[in-house]
């Protein structure tokens, strides 16, 4: 079984999708993956300092390259969705001209996008979000959604701006934050709208509690890695969008 080699591009305060999305991939019943990341600096999540991280999207890309890698991630969603709708198209579309500058045809997704496409996947169009975000940064992820056709019926943004402690929010803080929104006319929850805020052990309880599909920006990251590799987007364990089709 050959190993199919991801590519990430993290914030360099980001430990947790390097943590999330291997474990989702691991338990994947048909293929082997190896993880490679490259990191841009950001310590505080603020308008300044994420588009001073994006500025250091070539390097990061450039150094992927040279690890031939099979598909790379843009891990930073509000990085992407802070800069206005569309912009994990326009940065999708940068990312694979720059590799097919260096001959190679990786498939280039991004967090932001992968949340897109996991919730169209779903097919459900009313949802809740759970962020970690200071407020004005939670209203441009909102924004940026009902930008792509959904309609967010209610959101929580627990106020981090420190992205090292968003990885060390306690799971009960983040439940907490679910039960509090009026999930009464939502079809979907995202429960982690960021790869940094841990979240992977909470997917399936909450869609117990719930009686609605849960995902996470790892869980829709790890579900677009898989479909475009053409491999099943099937992972045990991970939500309903990661569920094995009837």
Request: charged share 20%; hydrophobic share 45%; with cysteine.
């Amino acid at each position: 079984m050959s190993i199919r080699r991801i590519g990430l591009v993290v914030p360099s305060s980001n430990v947790t999708v390097e943590t999330e999305v291997p474990a989702l991939l691991g338990r994947h019943p048909e293929a082997r993956f190896s993880f490679h990341s490259s990191r841009m600096r950001m310590h505080t999540v603020s308008p300044e300092e994420l588009r001073a991280m994006n500025a250091q999207r070539e390097r990061c890309v450039d150094e992927l390259a040279d690890a031939g890698v099979d598909a790379v991630l843009y891990a930073c969603l509000v990085a992407l969705m802070a800069q206005g709708p569309g912009e994990h198209q326009r940065t999708e579309a940068a990312v694979t001209e720059q590799f097919a500058k260096a001959g190679q045809r990786p498939a280039v997704l991004s967090s932001a996008g992968a949340l897109v496409e996991g919730l169209n996947a779903l097919g459900e169009r009313r949802i809740a979000l759970v962020t970690p975000y200071l407020r004005p940064l939670a209203e441009q992820v909102v924004e940026y959604l009902e930008a792509e056709g959904f309609e967010v019926v209610d959101w929580a943004a627990l106020e981090v701006g420190d992205n090292a402690e968003v990885g060390c929010i306690p799971g009960d803080r983040i439940m907490a934050a679910a039960r509090g929104l009026n999930l009464a006319g939502a079809d979907a929850l995202v429960i982690s709208a960021c790869v940094q805020m841990p979240s992977l052990d909470l997917v399936e309880p909450a869609e117990a509690e719930f009686g609605i599909p849960v995902l996470s920006a790892a869980t829709a990251g790890a579900y677009t890695l898989l479909r475009h590799l053409g491999l099943p987007p099937t992972v045990p364990g991970a939500g309903r969008l990661l569920a094995s089709p009837a």
